[in-house]
């Protein structure tokens, strides 16, 4: 037999369970809201073809003169984006004084497993001009003296720059995925042929071997590598990652790094290692070098540009640079290759377009 006042703490308990079953309700609808209104925005997102440099269709892209299409291309539009510092507007054109002398460069890189070739032109004007631009600092007394001073330098020269973003346009319209982005500018160096220019300079007293600029490094077609290394370390910056370099003082050797997670980074600086003198792998720091071996020494780091880490979401490379240091290894050891090991090195060989012989050697002015 129920009591009144048990009937009253039964309903009284009812009600409470009403509210609980009515909060969570709400809560899940609240929370399928959300996650529906966010699948939603994502899809939106997806849908738009934003450029490679992240601007919107419709829109004028920092970099002059380029407009951002419907199908998020970068296009040469002066007319409605203006043209950049020192380059006057003619006929829909941006013209500038340094365009004489032209000539188009092969241009290859080597991202995907595919191989890519382009022509870019160049001009003998900007080279001239850049040949006679002052190679030095100056410090104030008590100021320490930094390699990064002189590259940084000389990647911010204004009128390089100019003639230098096409390529960086170039290289944000063939990929909307940074790393992609980042891999396409690294082949790209490493494939320019490795040399030292002919040309001196009088510093003082004394003539010393010319140290190119990074737009000579393309006009040329050829560099060492502290000069392949400032080309690609302006061609990332553009693109907006973090940049160093790595200078080894005993072999008189440059490297770039490419700002990452530390526990994939070389030596834990948050940096990997990229040799630029030939095609080779992100973060493979082990390679041989016809003319000194192994990099051994341990390197200064110097740093260029803060930015965008690379690897994050799929760095393949990095497993890859495993399995080509255990290759080399077995050879070192062996001095032969079985079946198996030679076509895994053949495969990374077409994949990244690896070549047999590596030089150091920087031959610059510092």
């Not at 220019?197 to 003539?207: D, E, L, M, R």
């Not at 080779?280 to 260029?304: C, H, M, R, T, W």
Request: with cysteine; hydrophobic share 30%; aromatic share 16%.
């Amino acid at each position: 037999m129920i009591e009144e006042g048990d009937k009253f703490y039964f309903y009284a308990n009812k009600k409470v369970i009403y509210v609980i079953l009515g909060l969570i309700g709400i809560a899940v609808i609240i929370v399928l809201a959300s996650v529906f209104t966010k699948s939603i925005k994502n899809n939106i997102y997806e849908q738009i073809p934003i450029c490679g440099d992240g601007s919107f269709p419709g829109t004028c892209s920092l970099t002059k003169p380029y407009y951002c299409d419907i199908d998020g291309k970068l296009v040469y539009n002066p007319t409605t984006c203006g043209c950049p510092g020192g380059f006057s507007k003619t006929n829909g054109f941006c013209n500038s004084n340094y365009e004489i002398n032209s000539k188009e460069i092969p241009i290859q890189y080597f991202v995907g497993g595919g191989k890519t070739e382009i022509s870019y032109e160049v001009y003998g004007g900007v080279d001239e001009y850049l040949y006679l631009q002052k190679q030095s600092i100056e410090y104030d007394y008590g100021e320490d003296f930094s390699r990064a001073d002189f590259k940084i330098n000389k990647m911010d020269e204004e009128i390089q720059r100019e003639f230098l973003m096409p390529l960086v346009v170039y290289i944000q319209d063939s990929s909307n995925d940074k790393d992609e982005q980042a891999r396409i500018a690294i082949s790209l160096v490493q494939n320019i042929p490795f040399g030292a220019s002919n040309k001196t300079y009088n510093f003082g007293n004394t003539k010393v071997n010319y140290s190119r600029y990074p737009y000579q490094v393309l006009y040329d077609n050829e560099g060492v590598c502290g000069e392949k290394t400032e080309l690609l370390a302006f061609l990332l910056r553009e693109l907006g990652f973090g940049v160093s370099f790595f200078y080894y003082p005993e072999e008189n050797h440059e490297a770039l790094g490419i700002k990452c997670s530390v526990e994939k980074s070389f030596g834990n600086t948050g940096y990997c290692f990229v040799e630029t003198t030939a095609p080779s792998i992100i973060s493979d720091s082990q390679i041989n070098y016809a003319d000194i071996g192994k990099l051994n020494s341990v390197p200064e780091l110097y740093f260029i540009s803060e930015g965008l880490s690379f690897g994050d979401e799929n760095f393949y490379e990095y497993k890859d640079a495993k399995k080509i240091r255990k290759i080399r290894n077995s050879v070192e050891k062996r001095g032969w290759l079985g079946p198996l090991k030679k076509r895994s090195y053949n495969n990374l060989k077409e994949k990244y377009g690896l070549v047999d012989e590596y030089f150091s050697g920087c031959r610059n002015i510092y």
